[in-house]
């Protein structure tokens, strides 16, 4: 079964220095149909105003990966990370027992883009941990690339989670095929361009709930830049 989440039906906050789209249920927005898919529980698609940012604030019991399509996003925590994504890298922080953290966009004139995901970990009261990789255009070109897996397999960061997540850069003639384990959920979100995935044609911030399935392909895309997860049915 093949379910399409259109872009605007995603809730919205429009904070001024932060605008956000909501795929699944969060903070004010409240969505019962929508309260997140198999153990991917957040996907927040953020664009933070220049010289502003997230002040310090707590997780537990989280694994929360932050995916920058544009800009940089500074990151300091309470375990003594002080780093800066920027696009191409992915960061996995275990919220586990607890962390604090903020980010900030310093950048003068350039807006953050960035994905919030936040994924429901293995097992409660994890020690807290952080990891960050980048991944070259080249290396998700036209291609899954893994990015994210529980064991940290081929270069990925590892995941607290029965979860994993491809990223793939997709244009004209290029194409993928991912075989699905149908006993699994499979979510598709597109972070902008326009893709076609399993004969449905989506555009940024379009995503596919997939279940029972058992193969994933993507073509068709002009600048598309697509996230694929694995996931707990």
Do not use: C
Not at 118 to 135: I, S
Not at 169 to 187: H, I, Q, T, V
């Amino acid at each position: 079964m093949i379910t399409l989440r259109k872009s605007g039906e995603r809730g919205l906050a429009d904070h001024g220095w932060l605008r956000s789209f909501h795929t699944f249920s969060f903070a004010d927005y409240y969505d019962p149909a929508h309260m997140g898919f198999g153990n991917l529980r957040v996907i927040n698609e953020d664009r933070v105003a220049p010289g502003t940012g997230f002040g310090t604030h707590g997780h537990r019991d989280m694994e929360i990966v932050s995916y920058v399509l544009d800009g940089e996003l500074a990151h300091k925590d309470s375990m003594g990370n002080g780093t800066a994504i920027r696009p191409g890298e992915v960061q996995r922080m275990t919220a586990g027992t607890g962390v604090r953290h903020s980010e900030f966009n310093h950048a003068e004139g350039q807006t953050t883009h960035f994905l919030q995901i936040w994924l429901l970990p293995d097992r409660l009261g994890h020690t807290p941990g952080y990891e960050q990789k980048a991944f070259s255009d080249e290396d998700k070109r036209g291609r899954l690339r893994l990015v994210a897996s529980p064991d940290g397999r081929e270069g990925s960061v590892t995941l607290h989670a029965n979860a994993s997540l491809r990223a793939g850069l997709f244009d004209g003639d290029e194409s993928a095929e991912l075989m699905l384990d149908p006993a699994r959920k499979a979510w598709v979100h597109l972070a902008r361009g326009t893709l076609t995935v399993n004969g449905h044609a989506l555009q940024a911030g379009d995503a596919l709930a997939l279940s029972g399935e058992t193969r994933l392909e993507v073509s068709g895309g002009e600048g598309a830049e697509v996230l694929v997860f694995d996931l707990e049915a």
